[in-house]
């Protein structure tokens, strides 16, 4: 099987989805499969919709691992291509939140369950998380954990 793992940077050494990215890859290939890693350069992922194209061009799964606008472009050009897709749910709000300074902003995590869901997420039937409580969390917020 060949299967597409798409992310926004693989070289952050704290970033919880390049582990995921390296590790389910890794997972893929000992099992056989034939797996294409796509990453985020330096310009806009706009710009390289044709490179996204022949990057999951005979892929049979696409797997998108950040909500950004990167992965809507994977996204679109694998649904164009007609290969299913699945995004994983590996950024915590919370934790993200802490990051940024808003920790003490209270209602700033549902503001980013909301919108990340409104502008990603629901576009997929299937989105995997680390764990049932993190799937638990996000039907909460209406999504299809």
């Not at 679109?76 to 994983?88: F, L, M, Q, T, Y």
Request: with cysteine.
């Amino acid at each position: 099987m060949v299967i597409v793992l798409a992310a926004k940077n693989l070289n952050a050494g704290n970033n919880t989805s390049y582990f995921s990215m390296k590790g389910f890859a890794e997972g893929l290939s000992r099992r056989g499969h034939k797996v294409r890693l796509i990453v985020y350069g330096e310009k806009p992922a706009a710009r390289k919709i044709r490179n996204i194209s022949k990057a999951v061009t005979g892929a049979d799964v696409v797997h998108i691992f950040e909500p950004s606008r990167f992965g809507r472009a994977v996204c679109k050009a694998a649904r164009h291509s007609g290969i299913p897709v699945v995004s994983g749910f590996y950024t915590v709000p919370e934790k993200f939140i802490l990051n940024i300074g808003l920790g003490w902003l209270t209602p700033a995590r549902h503001i980013i369950y909301l919108l990340w869901h409104f502008c990603f997420y629901r576009n997929f039937k299937h989105i995997h998380c680390l764990s049932k409580s993190v799937a638990a969390q996000l039907r909460t917020y209406g999504y299809k954990a």
